[in-house]
């Protein structure tokens, strides 16, 4: 069965910190892994995509790092800011005909003045 | 470009009755997708169309979901009748293929619908 599994469930920081958020998953065949940030009352918005084959992806202070040999991935927010606060979401998705994704619970994160 | 429209944004409704969401994807996408995040969770995922075909309704509680997407557009999912239980977000998002191994090809999310069933 595909599953994901997000680390921590929630955590809370003071502005300026850095932080990783981690995810584990089980999905085959492995085909890409997406983080999104859930601000509260929105939908999920794209961060950042790795394939098979990268194994780190910036996006601008967010940096995703992917082991697909442990099938680990990290999401590190480098100076955070107030507007961090929101839910972090692992995705994972499949490499068949419909790209099947499997999605984590999410990690809340709060970030503090 | 436009992003995925749906409405209406809140919803309260009394147990056993019924509820509709309406959802209008990004002009051009294919693939739409309705999920349902229950607070604290990650989305699941309820219905998957492709134009106005279904790939994936195995996790629809078909007794009282019903979704359609007649002209390969639009689409609405409706509840009837409700439970307490289904008070949730109900997500709406496409993409412009569903094909499996195009990473580029991103869901992008509505706002969603915020559904209490009272």
């Known amino acids: 069965k595909n599953q994901v599994e997000q680390s921590p469930q929630s955590l809370i920081i003071l502005e300026g910190k850095n932080c990783t958020l981690q995810?584990?998953?089980?999905?085959?065949?492995?085909?890409?892994l997406r983080w999104y940030k859930q601000d509260t009352g929105r939908g999920p918005v794209s961060l950042t995509i790795?394939?098979?084959?990268?194994n780190t992806k910036s996006n601008g202070r967010y940096t995703a790092t992917l082991d697909a040999d442990t099938k680990q991935s990290s999401l590190h927010i480098t100076a955070s800011q107030l507007s961090d606060s929101a839910s972090y979401i692992c995705?994972?998705?499949?490499?068949?005909?419909?790209?099947?994704?499997?999605f984590g619970d999410g990690t809340t994160l709060t970030v503090k003045p | 470009e436009a992003g995925v429209a749906q409405s209406p944004r809140y919803k309260i409704i009394e147990k056993r009755q019924s509820v509709a969401f309406w959802c209008n994807p990004i002009?051009?996408?294919?693939?739409l997708y309705w999920y349902q995040q229950i607070l604290g969770q990650g989305p699941k995922l309820l219905i998957q169309?492709?134009?106005?075909?279904?790939?994936?309704d195995s996790q629809l509680p078909k007794d009282r979901f019903s979704a359609e997407r007649l002209k390969g557009v639009d689409s609405t999912l409706k509840i009837q009748p409700a439970k307490l239980e289904d008070s949730a977000v109900y997500l709406c998002?496409?993409?412009?293929?569903?094909?499996?191994?195009?990473?580029?090809?991103?869901?992008?999310f509505g706002p969603g619908t915020r559904l209490t069933v009272l």
């Open positions: 998002a496409s993409r412009l293929t569903a094909g499996g191994g195009i990473p580029g090809y991103e869901q992008f």
């Open positions: 995810c584990n998953y089980t999905v085959s065949p492995f085909s890409n």
């Open positions: 790795m394939t098979f084959s990268e």
């Open positions: 995705v994972v998705s499949a490499y068949t005909n419909a790209g099947k994704s499997t």
């Open positions: 002009s051009g996408h294919a693939t």
């Open positions: 169309f492709q134009n106005n075909g279904v790939v994936d």
